[in-house]
């Protein structure tokens, strides 16, 4: 009845109010798309088991309220994050404009090595855009974070936000950027690599000519 | 040797030079002709006269190894000619002078470089040893550089194994904390004991022993083992005894306790074979210590030994006056017996649910529905069905309170009212309708069910042939007929099958379960809690208990859907039960219910396919209105009436982080109660 999977990796979802955050989180778990969505109340959960260079994760994803009255509640989901996705839809300025203080909420509360995502959702309403490509890119570039347009619409890009942030961790594990093992990381081990011993870079040794 | 290589180098010819000065001095005992001496130079020291002497040197001097100088110049003698000696001193001294040219030439250029010779040869020498010392720092590094990371490799492999042998230790200390507990459980036990807290001590007792069998590989623990067997096994008999006082003195709570603990062993037949022999000696008992007590005190100080009389001549002895007394106590005591056998009897008609199937006989009151009632908790039948059963019970059953064998089966005629009647049917005693195994008789439930379904699926095709049959005056009591009772037979469908879902799972274990559960946490977890996995090992075998019915008899789709929807209905009913159980919740406890939720879902989906999921919302809703302010929980409060007032309240009062205020808390609960009495 338990899974099995190499890593756990808690996962959380921010972003302005009604800029698809649940929907995302719908199409990657159902691989569908959310017709009637309201505004979430709190917070939601999903998890699903991927498979990410070869290794087994399970996602756990929560997926927060955007809306300003569930602040408080939802800050007390950002401890113990290891990758987030920080939402904005690009046919809506003020949605990203608030991302800097978004962004400013997650690097305080979640654990400071947080791999964060930037992603532009609502890709397929080209007609509407507000913020560009370009714009949103050096934005990304400037703060860190990964960047990706989405659609939640058509699962555009959608499973590979999630997929490129857990590579992210993934390849920061095994260079040893991140322990899974502090508290707080918000990555564990599965059944299946219980304590397994951590690959230790190759150590290239020169033989002096003398 | 490349040194002096390079030396000549620097003096073109020199080689020639010097060999053929070498041949000059070298030849022992021959005087030369011609000696050298600084002060009797023959030629001029002009260094420019001796350049142009050099140049004037034939470039045949020059060539190689090979040329031989005197050869060459005698060569030039010609033979044809006669000898001129003026010429040949003339060439002789020319030779000489450069001959004397050239040695100046070279002394000068040995002493010009002898200096920066022995310079250049004391550095090489330098350089040699410097390079000798060189390579023995060299050796020596890279000998200390192995052996450092010899040492280092062999420290870190300690540290490791340190760290290793450290884990262990720890488990190994928790293990010992755990079997110190254990260990420490019997005295509780025997508290318990003491407390007549039977179910809790077989609990414990049990719980003990399932974790003792974790713990089986250490050797103090099969020593435990085997006291916890005695333990339980002195348990079992003192609640034997706690049994068999039932039978004198019943009380229900006592009766209760006593009851569950059998239920926990799983001993509830035993229980009642047991209770059965009680009752019979503790009849025997009371009505043999009166007697022996009369039969005493007539016999004075007679020797003979009642205490081990048969009850039979016992009797014998009583005298004629005491013989009144002696029977009204006896009466008195047999009373007292029969009352507590009433009670028993009682209480397990009201309470318990494996009894209530079987004594779920009809009197004249009760009838059908009564039947329906007592088995599904009374919700589940529809006014049109209701109707319908009591019609069919006033018309058709006869209204005898005890129906004789004689009655059974064959339909008799009730001479007043001229109407057939049937007496009152009787389950088979074959039919187990109490073994889980096989659902409480869902194979005979659904052959029962599912002929009648087909009986009125018949009618309905026949419905348009039986209406040109019948006489137009007729018509309205067919149309009666198949309107009131064809019609309503597949609602039986819901009561019958859904009573197998009720009684499927034990789910007052599972609020238990969730009763345990700390929802005040801290963190956000990643790991769900265990009652969540106990129910859906339920599931599990409850699938399993349909399948195996289903190879006997065939299981149509309505009524999988049936059992299936109603019992995923009752899980969830209980999750909201259950997360209305926590006292004290945090955020990150809320998040906990959403996280135990969602894995049922998970695996709940891979179990059946049954979608959606129903009352899968009722569940969402109700973690989540725990998220919403204040203004919009009144509202909300308002909205839901489909949450009980102790649900609501818990949603209410349950906040760790004070969500809202004190007063603003007061208001809800007020809301609430006055919900409450609207509902009454």
Redesign the interface.
Known sequence: MSESYDFLFKFLVIGSAGTGKSCILHQFIESKFKQESNHTIGVEFGSKVVNVGGKSVKLQIWDTAGQERFRSVTRSYYRGAAGALLVYDITSRETYNALANWLADARTLASPNIVIILCGNKKDLEADREVTFLEASRFAQENEMMFLETSALTGENVEEAFLKCARSILTKIESGELDPERMGSGIQYGDSSLRRTRRIPDQTTQQCNC | MALRKKIRSLLPGSKQRSSSLDDDQSSPGYEPIYKYKEEDREFARDPLEQAELISSIEDVYFSDDSFDSSRYELKKLDSTQPIDLDKMDEDRDVLRKQLQAVSKKVSDLVLENQSAYVKELQRVMELQTNLQT??VI?ANG?RQLSLAKKDFTVASLSILSNHRKRLQLVSLMRSLHTIKTLQRTDIRLREMMEEEDYPGAIQLCLECQKAASTFKHFTCISELNSKLQDTLEMIEEQLDQALAKTCLNFDTHHYNKVQTAYRLLGKTQTAMDQLHMHFTSAIHNTAFTIVLGYVELCAGSDNTNFQKMPYRDLCGHITVDTYIPCLVNLCKALWEVMMSYHKTIDWHERFDPAAQQVSSTPDTESGFICAFQKESSGRVLGSKLTTTLKRIEDNLIQQSVVPGPSQLGAPNTDEKNTKVKFPYPHLSPVVEMTDLNKLFGLSERMVATESLLFLSEQFQFLQSHLESMIPPSKKPFLQQFYSQTVIVAHELRIPVYRSVATKAIDFEQMIQMMTNVRWDIK??M?QHNPYV?WL??EL?LFDLRIQEVARKVPLPQPVYYILWEHVIRLSNWTFVEGFACAKKC???G??LM??DF??FL??LEKLTDIRPIPDREYVETYI??????ENDMEQWIRDHREYSTKQLTSLVTSGVTSLFQKKSRQKLVQVIEEIDRLRR
């Open positions: 060189a390579n060299c890279r963190e956000i990643s996995d859906l090992q599990q945090s955020n990150e809320r998040a959403q996280l969602q894995q998970m695996k989540k209105a725990f998220y919403l302010t």
